[in-house]
Nanobody, 115 residues
């Protein structure tokens, strides 16, 4: 059974950094893409960053240059390094993985950036 477990969220001041982790219960290279999504309070969930099986990364303009997605296949974990955090980055961050037929989500981790 595929499970995605996020961790690393917390409270940080504007300009600070956090590293989120997404621990996957199976080989991460079984998925076409693994990514991070952000859901701000009262808003829809939106793509932030993703990495495909070949290693190509994709970032939303709002986080380009501030966030970095990377992975460690030895521990089946995908990370999101978040630097220069802004109050608008506040929200719940979800890990998402998809293969050819299924989409899997984690339970989310909360990030709060204080001004």
């Amino acid at each position: 059974q595929v499970q995605l477990v996020e961790s690393g969220g917390g409270l940080v001041q504007t300009g600070g950094s956090l590293r989120l982790s997404c621990a996957v219960s199976v080989n991460i290279f079984e998925f076409n893409t693994i990514g991070w999504y952000h859901q701000a309070p009262g808003k829809e969930r939106e793509h932030v960053a993703s990495v495909n099986v070949g290693g190509r990364t994709d970032y939303e303009d709002s986080v380009q240059g501030r966030f970095r997605i990377f992975r460690n296949g030895a521990v089946n974990t995908v990370y999101l390094q978040m630097n220069s955090l802004k109050p608008e980055d506040t929200g719940t961050y979800y890990c998402r993985a998809n293969d050819l037929s299924m989409v899997y989500w984690g339970q989310g981790t909360q990030v709060t950036v204080s001004s």
